[in-house]
T-cell receptor, first 109, second 114 residues
Framework: QKEVEQNSGPLSVPEGAIASLNCTYS??????FFWYRQYSGKSPELIMF????GDKEDGRFTAQLNKASQYVSLLIRDSQPSDSATYLC?????????FGKGTRLSVIA | KAGVTQTPRYLIKTRGQQVTLSCSPI?????VSWYQQTPGQGLQFLFE???????NKGNFPGRFSGRQFSNSRSEMNVSTLELGDSALYLC?????????????FGPGTRLTVL
C-alpha cells in the first residue's frame, strides 16, 4: 500500500514568516513529487513539482526533496494571508498520483 | 483557453439511485483522470482514460465506472449509491497519459447521498 503522510495541521504562522510543510512517502520507487494548494471549497491547483534531490525554487515557494529519507517539503517565504489553504503532497512513479490528506495552513495577519 | 469543466456542480441523490457525472477537458488534452475527495480518505484516484481507453483504475468497487468519448469528454457513473459515496468528485485533464506535471483539475461535482 503506497502511502503519503502529512501532518493535518492546522499550521499557523504569522504574516511574513516562513511556512514549512512536510511530507513523507512509503514507495521508495517514487519518481515525481507534487505540491497542490486547495482553497476551501475549490479544486486543487498545482504550485510546484520536483523530480531530483535538492531544492527547486519558484518565486516565494521552494520544494525540497530527499529521496534517501523519502521526504519532500515545501517552504513558503514571506507568507501572506492569501496563502491560507490546504496543501496537498502527491507522489508518483509514473502511475496515478497518490495524495496525502493535506496540511491546513493558516497565515495570521 | 477554457479550463476543465464539470457538470453538474452539485447533486443530491438517495441511496440505491445511480448518477452520471460529466467532465470536459481543456481543449487539446486527451487524458482525463477522476478522483474522489472525502474528509476521511482525502483525494483518491478512481480511473484514468486516454484515447477512449481506461488506462489505470484505482481501488474502488465495480459500482464506479467511466468512459471517454472521441472528443475526450468523459463521464463517470456510480450505480446503487451508498451514503459513503457522498464526496467531491474531481476530474483532471492533461495532454497525454501520465503528464502529471501538466494536470489541471476541474471545479468538481459535490455529490450528496441521502
Amino acid at each position: 500500500q503506497k502511502e503519503v503522510e502529512q501532518n493535518s495541521g492546522p499550521l499557523s504562522v504569522p504574516e511574513g514568516a516562513i511556512a514549512s510543510l512536510n511530507c513523507t512517502y512509503s514507495d521508495r520507487g517514487s519518481q515525481s513529487f507534487f505540491w497542490y494548494r486547495q482553497y476551501s471549497g475549490k479544486s486543487p491547483e498545482l504550485i510546484m513539482f520536483i523530480y531530483s534531490n535538492g531544492d527547486k525554487e519558484d518565486g516565494r515557494f521552494t520544494a525540497q526533496l530527499n529521496k534517501a529519507s523519502q521526504y519532500v517539503s515545501l517552504l513558503i517565504r514571506d507568507s501572506q494571508p492569501s496563502d491560507s489553504a490546504t496543501y496537498l503532497c502527491a507522489v508518483t512513479r509514473n502511475t496515478p498520483l497518490v495524495f496525502g490528506k493535506g496540511t491546513r495552513l493558516s497565515v495570521i495577519a | 483557453k477554457a479550463g476543465v469543466t464539470q457538470t453538474p456542480r452539485y447533486l443530491i441523490k438517495t441511496r440505491g439511485q445511480q448518477v452520471t457525472l460529466s467532465c470536459s477537458p481543456i481543449s487539446g488534452h486527451r487524458s482525463v483522470s477522476w478522483y474522489q475527495q472525502t474528509p476521511g480518505q482525502g483525494l483518491q484516484f478512481l480511473f484514468e482514460y486516454f484515447s477512449e481507453t481506461q488506462r489505470n483504475k484505482g481501488n474502488f468497487p465495480g459500482r464506479f465506472s467511466g468512459r471517454q468519448f472521441s472528443n475526450s469528454r468523459s463521464e463517470m457513473n456510480v450505480s446503487t449509491l451508498e451514503l459513503g459515496d457522498s464526496a467531491l468528485y474531481l476530474c483532471a485533464s492533461s495532454l497525454v497519459q501520465g503528464s502529471y506535471n501538466e494536470q489541471f483539475f476541474g471545479p468538481g461535482t459535490r455529490l450528496t447521498v441521502l
